[in-house]
């Protein structure tokens, strides 16, 4: 083989090698940050990966949120109104946080079936409710007639 073709061919094998493996570290750190989105009734059918980080959204449970006296951690209970889940937090709530309003909850499912979140995301506004639990909602044909009266439809 001609030499200026063999340096050639050495130079065209670096760049493919290159930018495989470029693409390969691209999307390793991709797949370590999806946050998938589940309602309570996909984590209940165990649709949700067990020790995985994912975002889980529904409606909080009137008379479910109960606040540990000797620290910040919070217990609650999360529904699309055809199941419920039990959320775990330990942190400050967002300030419009309340029961019967709709969140988004990040963080992870635990072996015994309790989703601990790291995060808690609280609607801003009487006529928002997050995409994906309206959209869940909706799914479910479990969307109380009050949201939808006050907009809140899925996109």
Known sequence: MNPKRKQRLIIVLFIVFGAATAVGLVMYALNQNINLFYSPTDIVEHKAPEGTRIRAGGMVVEG???????????TFDMTDYANNVTVTFTGILPDLFREGQGIVAQ???????????????????ENYM??????????????????????????
Not at 109 to 118: C, I, K, L, R, Y
Not at 135 to 151: H, T, V
């Open 64 to 74: 479910s949120v109960k606040r540990d006296t000797q620290s910040l951690t919070v």
């Open 107 to 125: 963080g992870e499912m635990n072996s015994d079936g309790v989703f601990e979140a790291v995060e808690v995301l609280a609607k801003h506004d």
């Open 130 to 155: 997050p995409p994906e639990v309206a959209e869940a909602l909706e799914k479910a044909g479990k969307m109380p007639e009050q949201m939808r009266a006050k907009g809140a439809q899925p996109l």
